[in-house]
């Protein structure tokens, strides 16, 4: 039985390397100093990353309604479980808040 797939070894390179530049950017662009996430900033992101993930599947999903596959809705609701799974763990860990440096502690001319 031949595996049906929409996945070409072009499409996996350009993905990987999509996937590669876009981390880059994330890390090397956007957040080059270290800071305190707050909560506005950290719902921001995860609106922006989520709303790039949707517009791939928005590209990906309508090429693998052509072809016969039954394995999406299990692998949907895998995906679901393990977010579920990895929210309830990082909820769980109580990282302690760093302290300000001295130096920038001190307001300016003290």
Same mark, same amino acid.
């Given at each position: 039985?031949?595996?049906?797939?929409?996945?070409?070894?072009?499409?996996?390179?350009?993905?990987?390397?999509?996937?590669?530049?876009?981390?880059?950017?994330?890390?090397?662009?956007?957040?080059?100093?270290?800071?305190?996430?707050? =909560?506005?900033?950290? %719902?921001?992101?995860?609106?922006?990353? /989520?709303?790039?993930? @949707?517009? *791939?599947?928005?590209?990906?999903? $309508?090429?693998?309604?052509?072809?016969?596959?039954?394995?999406?809705?299990?692998?949907?609701? =895998?995906?679901?479980? %393990?977010?579920?799974?990895?929210?309830? /763990?990082?909820?769980? @860990?109580? *990282?302690?808040?760093?302290?300000? $440096?001295?130096?920038?502690?001190?307001?300016?001319?003290?």
């Amino acid at each position: 039985m031949e595996l049906a797939t929409i996945g070409t070894p072009a499409l996996w390179v350009g993905f990987t390397l999509c996937v590669l530049a876009l981390l880059a950017l994330d890390l090397g662009v956007f957040h080059r100093k270290a800071h305190q996430v707050g =909560l506005r900033e950290a %719902a921001a992101w995860s609106v922006v990353w /989520v709303t790039l993930a @949707l517009a *791939f599947n928005g590209l990906v999903l $309508p090429k693998m309604l052509l072809i016969d596959v039954y394995e999406i809705p299990i692998g949907a609701s =895998l995906g679901v479980i %393990a977010s579920l799974i990895a929210l309830g /763990v990082a909820g769980s @860990l109580r *990282f302690p808040k760093r302290e300000a $440096p001295a130096a920038a502690a001190r307001a300016p001319g003290a």
